[in-house]
Nanobody
Framework: QVQLVESGGGLVQPGGSLRLSCAAS???????????MRWYRQPPGKQREWVAT???????DYADSVKGRFTISRENVKKTVYLQMNSLKPEDTAVYYC????????WGQGTQVTVSS
């Protein structure tokens, strides 16, 4: 069983930055590096939406709404994926989650990001 723990969220003013982390753990989990990983977010009152993807080889892709502002990266030795968020906007306010490309691991609790002046 894989556990996902997201962290790094908080309250930030428009134009600010945050770096989110998502750590994967499990008693026999040693294959983190082969998985394509994704960040998702769920704005208040809305459905969860995809934000960014990083493959096992490091290829990245982004939703149009965050392209040029967010950067996804990973550190396989630490079984961790990151999301660097710059030039934050109020519409980025959401709970942020990560999962593999199949969303087959149990979802973590997410980390709240609030962008407000």
């Amino acid at each position: 069983q894989v556990q996902l723990v997201e962290s790094g969220g908080g309250l930030v003013q428009p134009g600010g930055s945050l770096r989110l982390s998502c750590a994967a753990s499990g008693s026999s989990f040693s294959l983190f590096g082969i998985y394509t990983m994704r960040w998702y977010r769920q704005p208040p009152g809305k459905q969860r939406e995809w934000v960014a993807t990083i493959t096992s080889s490091g290829t990245t892709d982004y939703a149009d709404s965050v392209k040029g502002r967010f950067t996804i990266s990973r550190e396989n030795v630490k079984k961790t994926v990151y999301l660097q968020m710059n030039s934050l906007k109020p519409e980025d306010t959401a709970v942020y989650y990560c999962n593999n490309e199949f969303s087959s691991w149990d979802w973590g609790q997410g980390t709240q990001v609030t962008v407000s002046s």
